[in-house]
């Protein structure tokens, strides 16, 4: 399969690893399709990528409404309508805090964003991965978070155990489509994420990734990449991948 003209459907596009991811895609003359909430930064993005000389179609899109969902799938434009890739990144964490101080209305919004979400555009999708067949690919943002627990994990972790689990099951239901699946797990990554996950905290944001080389949004966007433009005969399940200065703890023990 060449990179050209292949299209690739990014869901959180507007920072991050989405943003890189499609900056990636783009700088290898993939279509690019780009959503997200903020129509703003969208619009910043398909400027940017259009002024040198990217195709971009960019859509206003919350992927926790699933009607909202099929209608962009449905409204995208002939020329981005065969999608070769697919890359569930629109996610977050909320309340770091331990599970019994949490207010119910943040684990709702991690179920409803990165799970719910995750699945209306994967089916909403699938029609038009199958249809391309060989050399498709789905990948989702999984995190260490899903394999790994430590204290304020609560749902996030959670949430991401089930982007591995429906990755996997997506690839036994998929098996003959030629439609690849993989979950990337990345680890401590400077993004927007603290930020959001602290409700606006910059400070706490700066303090986590102060004094460390944490993985970077590009860094993550080049394994994605990676995982998309392999030879259409493998398929990676999952990738896990952290920063060379991180790595785990022991456990924790409650002593007298
Ligand atoms: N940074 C890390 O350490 C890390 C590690 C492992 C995994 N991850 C995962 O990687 C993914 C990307 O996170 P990031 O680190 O790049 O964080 P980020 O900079 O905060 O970006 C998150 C993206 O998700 C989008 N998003 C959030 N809620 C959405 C919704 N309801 N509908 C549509 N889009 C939504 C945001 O766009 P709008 O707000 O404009 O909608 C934004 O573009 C997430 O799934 C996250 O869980 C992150």
Not at 22 to 31: K, M, Y
Not at 168 to 196: I, K, W
């Amino acid at each position: 399969m060449t990179d050209h003209q292949q299209t690739v459907f990014i869901t959180g596009a507007t920072s991050g690893f989405g943003r890189a991811t499609a900056e990636r895609f783009a700088a290898a003359g993939w279509r690019v399709v780009a959503t997200g909430r903020r129509t703003e930064r969208l619009e910043a993005l398909a400027t940017r990528l259009r002024n040198d000389g990217a195709d971009i179609h960019i859509a206003t899109l919350d992927v926790r409404d699933s009607d909202a969902v099929q209608k962009v799938v449905a409204d995208l434009p002939a020329a981005f309508a065969n999608i070769t890739c697919l890359v569930n990144n629109a996610g977050l964490a909320l309340a770091p805090e331990p599970s019994q101080s949490v207010d119910l209305a943040d684990w709702h919004t991690m179920i409803d964003t990165n799970i719910t979400g995750l699945v209306n555009v994967t089916h909403a999708l699938l029609p038009a991965l199958i249809r391309t067949g060989k050399g498709a690919s789905i990948v989702n943002l999984g995190s260490v978070a899903g394999q790994w627990p430590y204290p304020g994990g609560h749902v996030y972790g959670a949430s991401k155990a089930f982007v591995e689990q429906f990755s996997y099951n997506l690839r036994c239901d998929l098996l003959g489509t030629g439609v690849r699946v993989t979950d990337v797990a990345p680890g401590l990554s400077q993004t927007e994420f603290t930020l959001v996950r602290t409700k606006g905290d910059q400070s706490a944001s700066d303090r986590l990734y102060s004094g460390t080389d944490p993985l970077q949004p590009e860094d993550v966007a080049a394994q994605i990449f990676h995982v998309a433009t392999l030879p259409e005969h493998v398929n990676i399940n999952r990738m896990e991948i952290m920063a060379t200065r991180q790595a785990w703890s022991p456990f924790a023990i409650d002593r007298d």
